[in-house]
């Protein structure tokens, strides 16, 4: 057996399901871009645009995916897979021109916001090369997408919701497209999009190029390989779990009537930081309260139009807004340079979910934290949720004002002055509505041995102010 194949071998993910054996061996992995069969002005621009040396996903696939194989890549998220794949699917492409509606290149991501950020990413190189890209997502101006691509697009990157729309209008057809990729595959699976997706890959060239990269490789996505990768070159270049030697893990103990108080110090840190709750409603009023404690703050979520969520996510990058208030919605295709701090305010319902909230630090090498704060009663969960991440973290109880709280996150308190006429802290409750579920209490259960929910939610409340003034010295 060769080397390349042997190596090929060893990468292969075990126990998670049977892929297909790899016939034709591996090219091995590269150590610089100049060994790859790419344009001079490609490599040019990588030099200028700071990318120097390639990634260990990029290092290993670049070679295969140039040469026209298909690729089963794993990586983490943040590990550069978006160049793994764009730059292969940009060259090859290059010289050719697209017919109106006919594109010859497809990206297919579950969200807009990854979307975007493969596009973004992309743009400058296809721009070199002389290529068009369309983005092609829902939430945004269907007409105007459906003009992108009767104008000729020979790169579109897509939501398959959106472009089966386009599809079914006679915008666009697949027929052409002879390099297909699937970014984030395994959350295309976790959201349904599985069928969807199928009756996409049906329409574009049998004998193309087909590139599926994932952070994590399960029997969701078994579908996928088995259907519409020939041959694939398998690469895993990160662990299973996909954690981080430049990660930490905190778990911070904390007891629901300080919940609340201990969240709104560790937003009023300095610097950036994600804060992931689990319901839109949940979010909203967390991110009113954190306005009117004087913490820059702002929401992101599915409710959202398309153009808030881009703005919000512009001014987070920009540093106008320090604490970013989110649902799942932001765990993926959310990258933001520099950021040091994940707080999960909510614990994620599973490992996934947590891998890919903290894969929003420590990104490409940098590091970063991620903290969960954990009520007594969801202490074995988290256990167990921690250990099927094959994560070890640091436990501490702490309490809101605590020196340990800051010296992890950086907790301080806020400052008081409401951020852009805020209203006040405490709204009135609309009927029957939980106005913070998931900071520490459940719709129709009492808390606190007895105490109502809304008693204990008004409590939470005050104290969380009291705490700020006599931090203040007020």
Do not use: W
Not at 278 to 289: E, G, L
Not at 388 to 405: C, K, M, W
Request: proline residues 6%.
């Amino acid at each position: 057996m060769s080397r390349s194949a042997r190596t090929n071998d060893r990468l292969r993910p075990q126990g998670e399901f049977a892929l297909p054996v790899t016939v034709t061996p591996a090219l091995p992995a590269v150590a610089t871009f100049g060994e790859l069969d790419m344009p001079v002005e490609m490599l040019k621009a990588l030099t200028s645009l700071g990318v120097n040396e390639p990634f260990p996903i990029q290092a290993a696939t670049l070679p295969n995916s140039l040469a026209g194989r298909d690729v089963l890549g794993r990586g983490r998220t943040g590990s550069g897979k978006t160049l793994a794949f764009g730059l292969a699917l940009l060259v090859r492409t290059a010289g050719q021109r697209a017919e109106a509606r006919k594109p010859l290149a497809l990206i297919l991501v579950p969200t807009r916001e990854l979307a975007q950020q493969v596009t973004d990413a992309l743009a400058p190189y296809a721009r070199l090369l002389k290529l068009r890209l369309a983005t092609v997502v829902g939430g945004m101006s269907i007409g105007r997408q459906a003009g992108a691509l009767r104008a000729g697009a020979e790169v579109v990157v897509a939501t398959p919701g959106r472009l089966a729309d386009l599809i079914e209008r006679k915008d666009c057809r697949l027929d052409r497209v002879n390099i297909t990729v699937l970014d984030e595959a395994d959350q295309m699976a976790d959201m349904g999009f599985i069928p969807q997706v199928t009756e996409l890959l049906d329409q574009v060239r049998p004998d193309g190029q087909r590139m599926l990269f994932s952070a994590t490789l399960d029997r969701n996505i078994d579908v996928l390989v088995r259907r519409y990768l020939n041959d694939p070159v398998v690469h895993s270049v990160d662990p299973s779990a996909g954690t981080v030697t430049t990660m930490e893990h905190h778990v911070l103990q904390v007891h629901g009537a300080d919940k609340y108080a201990t969240a709104t110090e560790i937003a009023a840190r300095d610097g950036r930081v994600i804060m992931f709750l689990d319901t839109k409603h949940a979010v909203d009023q967390f991110t009113k309260h954190l306005l009117s404690s004087g913490v820059k703050a702002a929401a992101l979520h599915g409710g959202k139009s398309q153009p808030q969520r881009t703005r919000t996510l512009a001014r987070f990058k920009t540093g106008d807004v320090t604490a970013l208030v989110a649902t799942n919605v932001a765990a993926r295709g959310i990258h933001i340079d520099d950021l040091d701090l994940v707080v999960n305010v909510d614990p994620p319902s599973d490992h996934k979910d947590y891998l890919h909230r903290g894969g929003r630090t420590a990104r490409a090498g940098e590091s970063g934290s991620v903290v969960t704060l954990v009520l007594p009663n969801q202490r074995r969960d988290m256990a167990r949720l921690m250990s099927d991440a094959g994560i070890r973290p640091r436990i501490t109880q702490v309490r809101s004002g605590e020196a340990e709280l800051s010296r992890i996150t950086g907790a301080q308190a806020p400052s008081g002055v409401p951020v852009g006429g805020s209203g006040p802290v405490a709204e009135r409750p609309k009927r029957g509505g939980a106005p913070f579920r998931g900071l520490g209490t459940r719709p129709g259960r009492a808390v606190g041995g007895g105490e109502s929910r809304r008693s204990a939610e008004a409590r939470q409340l005050a104290e969380a102010r009291k705490a700020a003034r006599v931090r203040r010295g007020a």
